[in-house]
């Protein structure tokens, strides 16, 4: 069963821009994939429609067997609740501790004290950061940052989790240890998709790969089956 899926899906903004151009593929429910391409191919509007902070133009975005560009915008925020989202910049609160961002997306959606509770310590405790639960996310490295978005983003048990250039800003032994953590929750059948530049680390892990150009899908499939020129972002 397919999770995501792009049936011929463009997005032109008002300006004209056509940001993505008939894109079609499926992401299986449970699978891990990676998009990658230029800067400005359509990575991040790609993700934009999944989450619907856009709406597709033409074409039919499917998730969990359910076409959301007919879903009305009462039903967003339910809908947002089933994607968790990584993003590069952390998107922390720094006027309150690592335990209340975390908190945050429970507590949006009515979630009880007690509950809530139980649901951060588990997710903090899974990235490593159940020790610094009262502490202010500025005092934090930027791995460990990294991790507490982490843990925001799939504190609800989302099916779904997607990853905007999560290892960016981190050197290529916190990045490794952030893939693992993606690995880790997509070995227990959380849905993947992880916007990368990081051709050495998308070959090492070996998954499949979306390859974005000019807002055209270009390649699907293993970057072993590119030769490394063509594949220049």
């Known amino acids: 069963m397919s999770m995501i899926e792009f049936s011929s899906v463009s997005k032109r903004y008002p300006s004209g821009q056509e940001a993505l151009s008939g894109v079609s593929f499926a992401i299986g429910a449970g699978e891990m994939v990676f998009l990658t391409g230029h800067s400005g191919a359509g990575k991040s509007t790609l993700m934009k429609l999944i989450m619907l ?10 998730i969990g067997g359910r076409n959301i560009n007919r879903l009305s915008s009462g039903r967003v925020p339910y809908h947002r609740r089933q994607v968790g989202v990584v993003f590069q910049n952390h998107q922390l609160l720094f006027d309150r501790n690592v335990f209340e961002n975390v908190a945050l997306p429970l507590r949006v959606a009515g979630y009880q004290s007690r509950e809530v509770g139980r649901r951060v310590r588990a997710s903090l405790d899974k990235v490593g950061l159940l020790h610094k639960e009262r502490h202010n996310p500025i005092t934090l490295s930027g791995g460990e940052q990294q991790r507490v978005g982490i843990a925001r983003a799939v504190v609800n048990k989302p099916p779904i989790l997607l990853a905007d250039e999560p290892t960016g800003n981190l050197d290529p032994e916190l990045s490794a240890e952030i893939m693992n953590l993606f690995m880790q929750f997509n070995a227990v059948g959380v849905t993947t998709l992880i916007a990368s530049h990081d051709l050495a680390l998308v070959r090492r892990i070996n998954k499949r ?14 970057l072993a089956e590119l030769q490394t020129e063509e594949f220049e972002l």
């Open 209 to 222: 790969v979306l390859t974005l150009a000019q807002g055209s899908l270009v390649h699907d499939g293993y």
């Open 53 to 62: 902070m856009e709406r597709a133009s033409t074409g039919q975005v499917v």
